[in-house]
């Protein structure tokens, strides 16, 4: 059975940052691109990043770009997600996902793409 767990959410203020982690299991974590997306309630869930199984290709969506990083330590089995110049409308639940197979497209800013998914973890900003 696959789970993703995800860990690191919380209060933080405007221009501060925060990193997420996610640790999958039931999976072979390497052949799996990962990613996140999150979404605010009344809207729908937003494609964030993503990070292919070996870490060298990595996709951003439009609205975190140059300030989120996303990676991957797979000795770990873990995925990260580096949030900077954090703003108030970055406030959401974020979701862990996985991806059957390493390789990223830009389709993956679909979250039909994805295969698994975590429970979320809340990030609120405060102006």
């Known amino acids: 059975q696959v789970q993703l767990v995800e860990s690191g959410g919380g209060l933080v203020q405007a221009g501060g940052s925060l990193r997420l982690s996610c640790a999958p299991s039931?999976?072979?974590?390497?052949?799996?691109?990962m990613g996140w997306f999150r979404q605010v309630p009344g809207k729908e869930r937003e494609f964030v990043a993503a990070?292919?199984?070996?870490?060298?290709?990595?996709y951003y969506g439009d609205s975190v770009k140059g300030r989120f990083t996303i990676s991957r330590d797979n000795a770990a089995n873990t995925v990260y997600l580096q949030m900077s110049s954090l703003k108030p409308e970055d406030t959401a639940n974020y979701y862990c996902?996985?991806?059957?197979?390493?390789?990223?497209?830009?389709?993956?800013?679909?979250?039909?793409?994805?295969?698994?998914w975590g429970q979320g973890t809340q990030v609120t900003v405060s102006s």
């Open positions: 039931g999976l072979t974590f390497g052949y799996w691109t």
């Open positions: 996902t996985a991806k059957a197979g390493p390789g990223v497209t830009p389709r993956v800013i679909g979250s039909n793409e994805w295969n698994y």
């Open positions: 990070v292919s199984g070996s870490g060298s290709t990595k």
